[in-house]
Nanobody
Framework: QVQLVESGGGLVQAGGSLRLSCTAS????????MGWFRQAPGKERGFVAA????????TYADSVKGRFTISRDNAKNTMYLQISTLKPEDTAVYYC????????????????????WGQGTRVTVSS
């Protein structure tokens, strides 16, 4: 089992920045590739970004490329999502999740490939 806890969400003005954190406990964090997803009101949960177990490989949804940066610190059992130039359409609950494999595969953008999920942290961007 892996327990995941997100933090860092909040209310921010458009154009601002946030850093979300996902802290893991339980089984070895460094064994898992990890991902961020988000769910806006009335919409399905969608892929944001993923990172392999070692942190050397990342992938992003097209909608966030250039504004979002995923990273991890395995010594701290923590993954991060740095979000810059926030837009109102970034408003959502952001979830971190542990992928089924250590490396990124073509399933990394599919929520079905993730076995463990956090409870989410809410990000609200005002215009």
């Amino acid at each position: 089992q892996v327990q995941l806890v997100e933090s860092g969400g909040g209310l921010v003005q458009a154009g601002g920045s946030l850093r979300l954190s996902c802290t893991a406990s339980g089984r070895t964090f460094s064994s898992y590739a990890m991902g961020w997803f988000r769910q806006a009101p009335g919409k399905e949960r969608g892929f944001v970004a993923a990172i392999n177990s070692g942190g050397g490989s990342t992938t992003y949804a097209d909608s966030v490329k250039g504004r979002f940066t995923i990273s991890r610190d395995n010594a701290k059992n923590t993954m991060y999502l740095q979000i810059s130039t926030l837009k109102p359409e970034d408003t959502a609950v952001y979830y971190c999740a542990a992928f089924r494999f250590s490396s990124l595969t073509n399933r990394a953008a599919n929520p079905d490939g993730y076995d463990y999920w956090g409870q989410g942290t809410r990000v609200t961007v005002s215009s």
